[in-house]
């Protein structure tokens, strides 16, 4: 991934060997082997319908439909999986830094994050996540004062 993103700056975008541009259409390769080998294996180790097909990502993905209702294919579902790891390589990275910033700035907020944690149980539940006033209250206000992702402004 990473071979994959310098190679995105390169100034050349002509497929010389060595040069990173080329190592990057090598590493996108790569990874878009690995992508289909991951559909394959998911299709084949949960059916249409399954509980993993509409309760995660991968199933949503591989079970999903196009707008006239047909399946996607392999290289449909492929360019929607790049598609995520991109965006969320990118915005989970602005909110580390954000949310590493805000926390060494504000202690106080950082103590009763800690304080909340502790208190969760084990293993962690997907509700008392949902539900933690603190951290969703930081969370909400870090992505509110610095957001992950660009904003664009419709002109009117």
């Known amino acids: 991934f990473v071979i994959w993103f310098r190679g995105l700056i390169s100034p050349t975008t002509w497929r010389i060997p060595g040069t990173a541009f080329a190592k990057a259409m090598d590493a996108r390769s790569r990874i878009l082997d690995n992508f289909e080998y991951l559909i394959n294996k ?3 180790e949960q059916t249409d319908g399954s509980e993993s097909e509409l309760k995660s990502l ?3 993905l591989c079970y999903g439909k196009d ?3 047909d399946p996607l294919s392999i290289e449909d579902l492929k360019d929607n ?10 915005t989970t990275f602005a909110s580390l830094g ?3 910033h805000y926390l060494s700035v504000y202690p106080e907020i950082h103590d009763a994050l800690e304080n909340e944690i ?3 149980k084990d293993p962690l539940d997907f509700d ?11 969370l909400t206000e870090m992505w509110r004062m610095d957001p992950p992702a660009a904003r664009a402004q419709r002109k009117v």
């Open 42 to 44: 998911f299709k084949a």
């Open 58 to 60: 991968m199933g949503r």
């Open 67 to 69: 707008e006239n209702g």
């Open 81 to 90: 999986m790049v598609l995520i790891v991109f965006a969320g390589h990118d």
């Open 98 to 100: 954000s949310a590493l």
């Open 118 to 120: 502790k208190s969760f």
């Open 128 to 138: 008392e996540l949902k539900n933690a006033p603190v951290l969703n209250a930081f």
